[in-house]
């Protein structure tokens, strides 16, 4: 992943349909919002930063496809539930 030097508020702007959400720590249960904006083969996303307590694994992202072929692939998966 890349991470560029633009805002979490540039980033939402540019990705409206990008949606912050708050998951949870899973060491501490503590809150981990999605702040930090990345890019991916395929499209971008926010991610959250490492949990204070510093022992979590998990992070918790949200993601947009931006390639129309892979957006056309998971329409196609999608509809089939």
């Known amino acids: 992943m890349i991470y560029p030097d633009v805002s979490l508020e540039e980033w939402l702007r540019r990705y409206p349909d990008l949606k912050p959400k708050t998951g949870l720590c899973d060491a501490c249960g503590g809150p981990k919002p999605t702040v930090k904006p990345f890019r991916y083969r395929h499209g971008v996303g926010i991610q959250s930063e490492p949990c204070k307590c510093g022992k979590g694994r998990h992070s918790t992202s949200v993601m947009l496809v931006t390639d129309e ?11 089939k539930f």
């Open 69 to 79: 072929k892979h957006i056309q692939m998971w329409t196609e998966i999608l509809n």
